[in-house]
């Protein structure tokens, strides 16, 4: 019913930039909730940022001020602009359809376990 696909990721030295995009296609695309997730080496997958179906928009303490998330419902895409990257946001991003917002602090989870493919951003010191 809705399929996902990533892209935008690639290598960049500290202090770069980069854009992820969610590609969103199927059911109801036209309004939807888009998150973004990652998985750090060794780590377990961590979200970092949603945006409702209202426009609302979260981030955890970790990417607030250098993240920004976006979506153009015209075009069914979903973004994640990543500015002054550190070598900790190393990892595959993933994006999903649904959020649940926890906190204080902000913890974001999935709900409806959809995901895309994945992209790799690697950020080298």
């Known amino acids: 019913q809705v399929q996902l696909v990533e892209s935008g990721g690639g290598l960049v030295h500290a202090g770069g930039s980069l854009r992820l995009t969610c590609k969103v296609s199927?059911?109801?695309?036209?309004?939807?909730?888009i998150g973004w997730f990652r998985q750090a080496p060794g780590k377990e997958r961590e979200g970092l940022s949603c945006i409702s179906y209202d426009g609302t928009t979260y981030y955890i303490d970790s990417v607030k001020g250098r993240f920004t998330i976006s979506r153009d419902k015209d075009k069914g895409e979903g973004y994640l602009q990543m500015n002054t990257l550190q070598p900790e946001d190393t990892g595959v991003y993933y994006c999903?359809?649904?959020?649940?917002?926890?906190?204080?602090?902000?913890?974001?989870?999935?709900?409806?376990?959809?995901w895309g493919q994945g992209t790799q951003v690697t950020v080298s010191s």
């Open positions: 999903t359809m649904g959020c649940e917002i926890t906190g204080p602090p902000t913890k974001i989870e999935n709900d409806l376990g959809v």
């Open positions: 199927g059911s109801r695309s036209h309004i939807y909730t």
